[in-house]
């Protein structure tokens, strides 16, 4: 059965505890962004950082107020970057994850534009980088662990179950306190449903989520493949037709000269 993450913003305190278990238990490096002549948090994915703690000073009841959001691959449940991916190095797993194989990868990078999401990302450093994203902790599942990031969450901000299960406590929590929450499950119809769920107080526009519809993100990442191969023909016989063409003159011009 599909397992999902519940996040509850109201919940997060923008400690970052889920960033350093992630990067703990991955062996990811720490990173060094340097933003106004001081050191921050990273403010994007990267090949070290497959979690980030996004900090929103928003506007509630008149008054500002920050609002600390955790962002990391969403393992859609119809994935983009599945879908673009022509050898097969990103499946989707019936348990839930998007997992990545690096020895199919031939770094096309075509999954990087079918994320709608912005999270798959290069080792621009190294010859022969590899794409790097968050595993939902694949190999702790298989163990019956919970990921890193929830076990490691202080303020029990992460809750992990069914995708289901998930859905319906984000419900049961907006059901039972409609002032506190935002009345939207970002995740539950977003690109098709992703097995990361969000509960908000405000709207998730005003943090930054990208704003999405319904349509699940294989589909359109599919036309798009689907088109490549006609679009790189039409392109082909274009030059063709240029290459010909302008050899034909030259010939002309010699016989001419």
Known sequence: MSRAVLVDLTRCIGCRSCQVACKSWNDNPAEQTKCLGAYDNPPSFSADTWTVVQFNEVE?????QWVFAKRQCMHCEHPGCVAVCTVGALTK???GPVVYEASRCIGCRYC???CPFG?????????LGLIRKCTFCVDRAEEGYETACVKAC???ALT???RHEMISEAHRRINARPHKYHGHIYGEKEAGGTSWLYISPVPFEELGFPMLDGEPMDYASSVIMNATPVTLAAAVGVLSG???LT???SQAAEEEG
């Open 247 to 249: 050899k034909k003159k």
């Open 119 to 127: 999270v798959p990302s290069f080792e621009w450093d190294k010859p």
């Open 60 to 64: 509630q009841a008149d008054r500002l």
């Open 112 to 114: 990087q534009y079918g």
């Open 154 to 156: 202080p303020t029990d």
């Open 160 to 162: 992990m179950g069914t």
């Open 93 to 95: 797993t019936p348990e």
């Open 242 to 244: 240029l290459y010909w």
